[in-house]
């Protein structure tokens, strides 16, 4: 494969991840009436996380194997990943909170909120946190 596509396919999986664990949350937790704010916040908060530990492994068996971080690196590489991700987390919370508020149809707001971080995320973890 590629190795220019490698990321893009591994972000897709992610946006995957953080998609089913976004309905996964919402139905389990949240079910019943109409989703609320605070039932769509909760949910979008609990996909970012697993979104990003998801990513985290991925990325670390598969995008950057030439690289893999292992042991005590990789705890640093994981506590490392999860703060480049810091900014994408609250510009993908910001989006899909703002858009549902907005009216728009919650799964619409969940993928554009979780592409808006792909990017920034892949930028500053190639940068820091694998670093070749």
Do not use: K
């Not at 953080?18 to 009436?33: C, E, I, M, N």
């Not at 990789?74 to 994408?88: D, E, P, S, V, Y």
């Amino acid at each position: 494969m590629n190795r220019y596509l490698i990321p893009w396919a591994g972000a897709a999986f992610g946006v995957i991840v953080h998609l089913a664990t976004y309905l996964t949350v919402s139905r389990v937790f949240f079910r019943g009436a109409d989703l609320t704010l605070f039932g769509f916040s909760a949910s979008v908060l609990a996909a970012i996380e697993t979104a990003i530990m998801f990513n985290f492994i991925l990325n670390n068996l598969w995008t950057f194997a030439n690289v893999r971080l292992r042991g005590l690196a990789a705890l640093q590489g994981f506590l490392t990943f999860n703060a480049a991700c810091a900014l994408g987390a609250v510009a993908n919370y910001g989006v899909a909170a703002f858009l549902f508020s907005r009216g728009w149809q919650e799964i619409v707001s969940v993928i554009v909120g979780s592409l808006v971080g792909v990017a920034w995320n892949y930028t500053m973890n190639r940068m820091l946190t694998w670093r070749e």
